[in-house]
């Protein structure tokens, strides 16, 4: 289960836009230069918690080592988004904390949005579907 970042979501009376890939809240428009700063590739994903179904935002990003720790074959962006679990969705529910989902694994419903980075710069690309 990830932290409910009271100190942070008690202070802004918003829903935040996005979530990174440690379940801290982002108010900001996602960017892949929010994430690591070591990422090479990043990714914005809705996903969807298991129990009440509520879906969420989230970005995560892979450096260079997350991506060749992989066999030759399997070093794509393609490869990472496929293979993505966020794991326990962000803390929700009445009062942060009331969804049995926070416990449970989460579900990727579609990817938003990919991006590769060539040396500083950011470029959004999109990833060619398998087969």
């Given amino acids: 289960m990830l932290p409910a970042y009271e100190d942070i979501r008690s202070r802004i009376q918003e829903e935040p836009a996005w979530f990174d890939g440690r379940g801290v809240p982002r108010y900001g428009p996602f960017h892949p230069r929010m994430l690591g700063v070591y990422d090479y590739i990043a990714a914005l ?3 969807e918690c ?31 988004v496929e293979t993505f ?11 942060m904390g009331r969804c049995a989902g926070e416990t449970m694994s989460s579900s990727v419903v579609v990817v938003v949005e990919t991006w590769q980075r060539e040396d500083f710069y950011w470029e959004r690309v999109s990833v060619a579907p398998p087969g």
């Fill in 50 to 80: 298991q129990s009440c179904r509520g879906s969420f935002l989230v970005g995560e990003g892979w450096t260079q080592y997350d991506i060749f720790s992989y066999p030759i074959a399997k070093r794509t962006l393609a490869h990472m």
């Fill in 85 to 95: 679990d966020y794991g326990d969705p962000p803390r929700h529910g009445d009062e």
């Fill in 45 to 47: 994903f809705e996903i």
